[in-house]
């Protein structure tokens, strides 16, 4: 049998297309009422019913280690287009009228849609701080931080966006380079984009974001100083020119990171990109692999979202998820003051479809001017109104948010370097400034206060992993999940055997071990 392909532009504007026509129900449903014995994400049925030719993207997780799914799946017409084993799966490409077919094979755990991403947006020298024109850098107290010798050195960060413009053509000087040398700072890049081969930042988001984090300031004369102007960088490209990318193209992305966190000391990750399908953190696949590298020891920080308005504020993978920082964005007012400082009207909160209150704290997300991929790039081109000087732009979102927590991260880990991720989360979010609004979380991030807390104590005590991690081949079931009743006995971690996690090196002093385990990126003005 074989499968009528779409041409991949097209196809993926169908498929957007169609999931905005199908995300008005599903939305509102609860997060996966499944049939008895499914394994296959509702989505994914309703796409076979409306539109059965259409070729579609899935995620398929494995029973085991044999090769029947991926042998069928071209039997049925598709294709596997990449290898996931962080979490025992791989992305494929099929029909959807094929989909419960292939959900069948007894080699298959548990079907996902591939749904496409929404993009969110030693001690130092002394920096100059006279022309610092980013309010957010003082609202979080960073500024009082760097005076202390700590703006990121020897910390990297993963950028998982659109893509890393660490120079321009006939300048010498990058935000982006060490500050008294040649060095880039963006270590290394790789592009796991499905659409977008190359390297280089064709949108505008991804430099954007880095700059935020890691910028120097160094175009500017010191006025537009990113969080941790010494951190180190590395390009992980998700996304194309028109900033689009799907869940398989960030789980490939987030797999390269686990592979190669040792050789460049990888500690925080940055992800300004959700979801476009809710669903359970037990059932994503995007969210069990970023709960492999939180219990590898590297802190992930997502953006919220900016559905605070559409979609009921509706909270998508992985910024569901428990375990990492979910961020959302504060509107500063330009003000260096934080006292007239509200929530933006965009930023996603509420409680997710497993009980989860998010976002875990909030901080400055609006009208942050940061590095500009150059005019060539599709945001500069379509928001030319938007660009601060010839190396700037300006934009805000959740994505802006995530971005600036990135760098607090960052300086509190140069400063407090064997912090866990647990310690890391709960030190933020016990020591914000109040911010008594409905949707700030913990409150108003301050670096300051987290680096001189000094306390031990960690975040996500007795919480539980994704499902997608657990022992067996039975597909994931949240409505089963009797929180008072889920034993850890009963999660065999030795059982993992895609080889993806290193469990002598999960810091399990955040797990209760007792005997029962308790409960769009870019907004435009």
Known sequence: MVATVVPKVDRRLFVIFLVLCLISTTALLPALPQAEGGNVQPILRQMAASQPETVVGLIVQKAGSGQSPEELVRLLGGRVTKDLRIINAFAAELPASEVERLARDPGVRWVSFDAPMIRQGGPDEPIETGNLLNAYILAIGADDVWAEGYQGSGVTVAVVDSGIRSNFQGKKLSDLKDSDSDRSRVLHSESFSTDSRNVHDEFGHGTHVAGIIGGNGALSDDTYIGVAPSVNLLNVKVSDAYG??????????????????????????????????????????????????????????????????????????????????????????????????????????????????????????????????????????????????????????????????????????????????????????????????????????????????????????????????????????????????????????????????????????????????????????
Do not use: C
Not at 357 to 383: C, M, Q, W, Y
Not at 440 to 451: E, I, R, T
């Open 244 to 525: 689009a990318g799907y869940e398989s193209d960030v789980v490939a992305g987030l797999q390269w990171i686990y592979e190669h966190e040792d050789e460049y000391e990888i500690r925080v990750i940055n992800i300004s990109l959700n979801s476009s399908v809710p669903q359970s953190y037990h059932t994503s696949p995007l969210d069990a692999a970023v709960e492999i590298l939180w219990f590898n020891g590297i802190v992930v920080v997502v953006s919220a979202g900016n559905n605070a308005v559409d979609h009921n504020g509706i909270l998508y993978p992985p910024a569901n998820d428990p375990f990492v920082i979910t961020v959302g964005a504060v509107d500063d007012r330009g003000t260096f003051d934080t006292g007239d400082d509200v929530l933006a009207p965009f930023s996603a909160q509420g409680k997710t479809a497993d009980g989860f209150f998010k976002p875990d704290l909030v901080v400055p997300g609006t009208n942050i001017i940061s590095l500009s991929a150059g005019r060539g790039a599709r945001l500069a081109r379509e928001h030319w109104d938007h660009q601060v000087g010839k190396y700037y732009f300006r934009m805000s979102g959740t994505s802006m948010a995530s971005a600036v927590t990135s760098g607090a991260v960052a300086l509190l880990l140069q400063a407090q370097p064997d912090l866990n991720p647990d310690q890391v989360k709960w030190r933020l979010m016990h020591t914000t400034e109040p911010f008594p609004v409905e949707g700030a979380g913990a409150g108003y991030l301050n670096v300051y206060n987290a680096v001189h807390n000094g306390s031990r104590a960690t975040a996500n005590t007795g919480q539980v992993p994704s499902e997608l991690l657990w022992t067996g081949s039975d597909p994931p079931a949240w409505d089963s999940v009797h929180w008072d009743s889920v034993h850890w006995d009963s999660v065999h971690w030795d059982s993992v055997h895609w080889d993806s996690v290193h469990w002598d090196s999960v810091h399990w002093d955040s797990v209760h071990w007792g005997d029962a385990v308790y409960s769009s990126s870019i907004s435009w003005d």
